[in-house]
C-alpha cells in the first residue's frame, strides 16, 4: 500500500490548483498509517494505491482520520488527476 497527502491551494491567478506534497508512506502492513502532529488547516487530497492479489475477490478498503480536530471527506476527485501529477 502506498499513501501520499498533498496539500491543495489555488495559484495567484486563481485558475489553477496548485498541489504541493505533505508526506508520504508505503508498507505491506494492514495498518499502514500517516501521523500529522501540526498539520495546518486547509484542504487536502490524499492518494492511496494498493496492489491487490490476484486472487483477491474483497477489494474495499477504508481511510479514516482520527484527532481531536474536525475532519471530512467530501468527494472523491480521482477523475481530475492522474497518478503522474500526484506522485
Not at 44 to 52: R, S
Not at 62 to 82: H, I, M, N, Q
Request: some cysteine; charged content about 35%.
Amino acid at each position: 500500500m502506498k499513501i501520499d497527502v498533498d496539500k491543495t491551494d489555488v495559484d495567484e491567478d486563481g485558475d489553477n490548483i496548485e498541489v504541493v506534497y505533505v508526506k508520504g508512506t508505503g508498507g505491506w502492513d494492514r495498518e499502514t498509517h500517516l501521523e500529522f502532529p501540526d498539520l495546518k488547516k486547509g484542504e487536502y487530497y490524499v492518494y492511496v494505491e494498493l496492489d491487490w492479489n490476484a486472487n483477491t475477490s474483497e477489494t474495499n478498503f477504508c481511510v479514516t482520520c482520527y484527532g481531536a480536530s474536525k475532519s471530512t471527506f467530501t468527494r472523491d476527485e480521482k477523475a481530475l488527476f492522474t497518478k503522474e501529477m500526484v506522485l
